[in-house]
Nanobody, 115 residues
């Protein structure tokens, strides 16, 4: 069984920074992708940033140049450094893990950016 534990959400003023972390545990043999999605009230869940096996990254256009995804110091961890935050970044952020043919989701962490 795979579990994802997220941390680092919170409230910040526009222009501020937050750092999210996600640690995966369980039967993880081969990670395809690991990263973050978000869902704002009344909207569909959308990609934020992914770290892909082999080291490449994929960012939503709306966060390019502001967010940085990286592998954590501990095995099976990923971090998302969010800079120059905007009110439109307000959402629940979900950690996402793709292992072979399976996908897993964290329970989400709230990020609120006030103007």
């Amino acid at each position: 069984q795979v579990q994802l534990v997220e941390s680092g959400g919170g409230s910040v003023q526009a222009g501020g920074s937050l750092r999210l972390s996600c640690e995966a545990s369980g039967n993880i043999f081969s990670i395809n992708v690991m990263g973050w999605y978000r869902q704002a009230p009344g909207k569909q869940r959308e990609l934020v940033a992914l770290l892909i096996a082999g080291g490449s990254t994929n960012y939503a256009d709306s966060v390019k140049g502001r967010f940085i995804i990286s592998r954590g110091n501990q095995k099976n961890t990923v971090s998302l450094q969010m800079n120059s935050l905007k009110p439109e970044d307000t959402a629940v952020y979900y950690c996402h893990l793709g292992v072979l043919a399976n996908t897993y989701w964290g329970t989400g962490t709230q990020v609120t950016v006030s103007s």
